[in-house]
Structure formats: structure tokens, C-alpha cells
């Protein structure tokens, strides 16, 4: 299994970015696809879901509204649409994958750094 996380970098407030995250190695169909956000001193975060196979999206309350996740099955490829970015969205953001009947996440990216500074 393999995520790789692209797309992030240097951001002004208000700006938006798009972060890719492509994966291989596993049946997309019964995976659900998350993405977790790391600041400096802080723990990780859950931020957005996808379920792969029918597209149920789940987002954390502060991104709610300006953050989209959506994927692309012929790419095998996830994104999340990060609009009207705040300082505090900054953080190495991390793609992961879990199974369904699974609690924990079990794979995971390497991360991209998305920084919001003036």
C-alpha cells in the first residue's frame, strides 16, 4: 500500500490550495480515505473523510464549508479543496486509509507541508 501526498506549499490567508493524495496497492472499494492535519506542537488531527466506493464525506467542524474532499477512481487519486485558508491551517497534512470495519488507520502518507502566512 502506498499514499502519496502532493499539492501543499505557500499560502496567503484567504487563498486556497489543492492537495492530491494518490494511492496504490490495496481495493479502493473497500477502503475509506481520510485526511489528518499536524501543527507544530499539536497533535494530529482528523480533518475530512471519503468513503471510496459510494462518496460519503465526513469534515472536522473547523473546516467545515471550505474544505472539500472528493476522489477520481480512474486516477485512484483523492483531494481536498482547501478554500478561504486561515494561519491556523497550518500543518503537515497527512492522507490515510482505513478499511471499513476498521477503527484504526492503518496506512499512511509521508505528508505535505500547507503553511497560511502573509
Known amino acids: 500500500v502506498q499514499l502519496v501526498e502532493s499539492g501543499g506549499g505557500l499560502v496567503q490567508p484567504g487563498g486556497s490550495l489543492r492537495l492530491s493524495c494518490a494511492a496504490s496497492?490495496?481495493?479502493?472499494?473497500?477502503?475509506?480515505m481520510g485526511w489528518f492535519r499536524q501543527a507544530p506542537g499539536k497533535e494530529r488531527e482528523f480533518v475530512a473523510s471519503?468513503?471510496?466506493?459510494?462518496?460519503?464525506?465526513i469534515y472536522t467542524n473547523s473546516v467545515k464549508g471550505r474544505f472539500t474532499t472528493s476522489r477520481d477512481n480512474a486516477k485512484n487519486t483523492v483531494y481536498l479543496q482547501m478554500n478561504n485558508l486561515k494561519p491556523e491551517d497550518t500543518a503537515v497534512y497527512y492522507c490515510?486509509?482505513?478499511?471499513?470495519?476498521?477503527?484504526?488507520?492503518?496506512?499512511w502518507g509521508r505528508g505535505t507541508q500547507v503553511t497560511v502566512s502573509s
Open positions: 490515510s486509509a482505513r478499511t471499513y470495519s476498521s477503527i484504526q488507520w492503518q496506512y
Open positions: 496497492g490495496f481495493i479502493f472499494s473497500n477502503y475509506v
Open positions: 471519503i468513503h471510496w466506493s459510494n462518496g460519503n464525506t
